[in-house]
Every structure is written in structure tokens, then in C-alpha cells.
């Protein structure tokens, strides 16, 4: 039988009483000290376009944004549009989220830019494909991939779009795979700080899981991204044939996706009213912990869902790598690194203190590999290689 849990009377009638009252907890950031990279007066914030706003509206007019609905959130070779893509994943984060911050009275608006923003810069073909595209850049340089990592890039470096520190502190410290019984923000001043901690991540990989968000907003993002995928990767992984409902263990915050999302929520609200931290209760980290590590075991560990990607994609990636980077380092402006990647993105005209072109260039076949979708990586590497023997074959709807 489901089970949908809710706040207690005394929560409840905290937060009724408070809002009735004017008296609930303010821990929201204050825009008022936002902070970007440069003074622009179009980035200045007025009433009824505030600065996470003005965040927001960038991020979903970035050309990236549009790949969100062709990369692989968990189960890749499906042509099945009841499955999740990251397109799905980051507008379900963001809702979770919103409902979150919501009741705890934070900045909606600084939630929504940081879960909009979070994946943007993921490669194709799910973790998997950051797997491959991190070890090809780790034999190449030395230096490391992380798609949350370079998600700030794309919004920073290659469209110097002049976002907050606030929103892309949020972005790169969402770790969706590391979960805490609590958060607790660490306070970030300067851009200064910011670029010693990124590329402290671009040399060594586990300083990744050591950013911690600057604000209450990018700590509930965090846990969000969490609550957004656990239940609707097993609902999507049921709708693809690979496990049914009932293969999974009896759970404290229930089976389904529903029951999941909404007793995390209520349960974050729960202990997290009025206070400068997120948490759960011990019972259901402990059983989110237990989720989490069920849908490694039954789905992403799955051959179902593994197979492939080393025998195919992992290949295929290495070869593309070599062919672009040979192709920059020749000059070979016919190649599409030039034509389908480095003019897209000069299109944009942004002004640089480099031009685009003259980025090191195996971070430029990285930008360009790391912003395809999957039919459009498929789609390159057939043009490149036509005589492989490497192909993918999607699984069809009536397969």
C-alpha cells in the first residue's frame, strides 16, 4: 500500500503561524550581495528582474540548453520518449527543489537558476560518457573531467555570460552521487577563491566531492538532485523492461517514485524549518542510502543498461578524441571542430580576453565532445569513420 507522509501539527502549524504572522525564518540569500565577475549595468538587477532571475534567463538561452532533451539521463540506446533525458531531470530537480525552498523560506529564483544550470555541461551518454571522456583527458594533460565541473565552464568560459558566484558555486558543488545526512553551507566571498577551488578539481578529481554550496539554496539543490532521480530512474528502468516495481526491497520512504519524493520532502521540511542547514532524520538517509545503493546493483550496474558502452561508446570516444585533436592541430578547418563547434560557438559574439580558437587544444575537443548529444556523437562519428565496425543500435518501441 503507498504511503504519503506529512509534516506534523507542530511543523505545520509553525510555518502557518509564521507566515500568518510575517514572522517566518528569513535565511534566504540576500541579493543584495551577489557577485559577478564584471560590472555590466545590463546585469544590474531591478523589480521585477531580479539577479537570479537574470541567471536563470541566461542559462535557458544558452545553446547547450537545447541538448538537454538528446543526452542520456540513465538508459541510453532507447528511442522511447517516456524515458527520462536530462532535459526531464534538471526541470524535476528544480520543482523539488522550489517545493523545498519554498517552505523554508529561501530564494526560489537563486534554486531554480542553480538546477537549470547544473547539468549543462554533462557529456553525452550519461556518467559513462564522462568516464571515458575524463580518462582520455587525464592520458592527454594530466588534468581531469567532471561534467559539473565543466557546467561551469560552458556558463563562464566558453559563454562568458558574467553568472553569479552564487549560482555557480551552487552548480559545481551538486554532486548528485555523495549524500549527507546534513548540509551545511560554506560561505564564498570572491571569484578569486572560486577559480583556486575549480582548478584545484581540474587536477585532482576528488577535490570534486570536497565543494561544498556557498548558500541554504545550492544545499537544497544538492539533496534535490538526489530525490529527483532515485524513484524515476526505477520507474523508467520498469517502463524500459530491465526490473520491475516489485524487485526492489520494502523501503522507510516507500517503492514508488511519488512516495519517495514526496516523504524526502516532507521529511527535509520536517527537520530543516528554521534552521541554517538542511538534514534528514537518521531513518530516512539511512534508507535513501539503501535506495541508492539498490539501483547501482539492480540498474546501473546492470548489464541491461552497462552493455555497450565499453565494447562501442568507450572506443568510439577515443577515436573521435584523436581525429579532432589531430584535425585542430592541423589546421584542417574543414574538420567539424571548426565548422560544427568553434564557429557555433563564435557565433555568439561574446568579447574574450583570448579568442575561443586559441584555447589549448584538447580542452577544445573535450568542449566540443562533452556538448554533444547522443544522436549527434553517433551521427560524427559515422561521418568520420564510415568503414568502423563500431555501431549503435537503438532499441525501438516495438523491439
Request: net charge negative; hydrophobic share 35%; proline share 4%.
Amino acid at each position: 500500500m503507498l504511503h504519503y507522509e506529512r509534516l506534523s501539527e507542530k511543523t505545520e502549524r509553525a510555518i502557518l503561524t509564521d507566515m500568518k504572522n510575517a514572522t517566518r525564518p528569513n535565511l534566504a540569500f540576500d541579493e543584495a550581495g551577489v557577485v559577478r565577475r564584471a560590472y555590466r549595468e545590463s546585469d544590474t538587477a531591478n523589480v521585477w528582474r531580479t539577479a537570479f532571475i537574470r541567471d536563470i534567463d541566461k542559462i535557458l538561452h544558452c545553446p547547450y540548453y537545447n541538448r538537454y532533451a538528446d543526452k542520456t539521463q540513465v538508459f541510453s540506446f532507447y528511442r522511447n520518449d517516456d524515458i527520462t533525458r536530462r532535459a526531464l531531470h534538471v526541470q524535476l530537480v528544480s520543482r523539488i527543489a522550489r517545493t523545498i525552498g519554498k517552505a523554508l523560506n529561501l530564494n526560489l529564483d537563486l534554486i531554480e537558476a542553480i538546477a537549470l544550470g547544473h547539468d549543462i555541461g554533462h557529456t553525452p551518454f550519461g556518467h559513462a560518457g564522462e568516464k571515458y571522456l575524463d580518462e582520455l583527458l587525464r592520458t592527454h594533460t594530466g588534468r581531469r573531467f567532471s561534467h559539473n565541473i565543466h557546467s561551469v565552464r560552458v556558463l563562464d568560459q566558453i559563454y562568458p555570460y558574467n553568472i553569479s558566484l552564487q549560482t555557480l558555486s551552487g552548480i559545481a558543488s551538486h554532486d548528485g552521487e555523495l549524500e549527507l545526512l546534513e548540509y551545511r553551507p560554506c560561505p564564498l566571498t570572491s571569484f578569486e577563491e572560486f577559480d583556486r577551488m575549480i582548478e584545484g578539481c581540474y587536477l585532482d578529481k576528488t577535490n570534486v566531492r570536497a565543494l561544498i554550496p556557498s548558500t541554504l539554496e545550492g544545499c537544497v539543490m544538492r539533496i534535490s538532485d538526489i530525490i529527483a532521480y532515485l524513484g524515476k530512474d526505477r520507474q523508467d528502468a520498469e517502463k524500459a523492461n530491465i526490473i520491475s516495481a516489485e524487485s526492489f526491497s520494502p523501503s522507510d520512504i516507500g517503492e514508488r517514485n511519488a512516495e519517495i519524493i514526496n516523504n524526502l520532502i516532507v521529511n527535509i521540511i520536517e527537520n530543516s524549518y528554521g534552521k541554517d542547514y538542511i538534514k534528514m532524520d537518521e531513518r530516512h538517509f539511512n534508507a535513501l542510502v539503501k535506495a541508492k545503493n539498490e539501483n547501482y546493483e539492480k540498474i546501473y550496474l546492470s548489464p541491461a543498461v552497462a552493455a555497450r558502452f565499453d565494447t562501442d561508446i568507450k572506443p568510439m570516444m577515443a577515436e573521435m578524441y584523436e581525429r579532432l585533436l589531430r584535425d585542430l592541430t592541423s589546421q584542417d578547418v574543414n574538420s567539424p571542430i571548426f565548422t560544427h563547434h568553434i564557429r557555433y560557438v563564435n557565433r555568439a559574439h561574446y568579447e574574450r580576453a583570448v579568442p575561443y580558437e586559441q584555447t589549448e587544444p584538447n580542452q577544445l575537443v573535450v568542449d566540443y565532445i562533452a556538448s554533444m548529444t547522443d544522436d549527434y556523437f553517433i551521427d560524427l562519428y559515422r561521418h568520420l569513420f564510415p568503414h568502423s565496425p563500431h555501431s549503435i543500435d537503438y532499441k525501438g518501441y516495438f523491439d
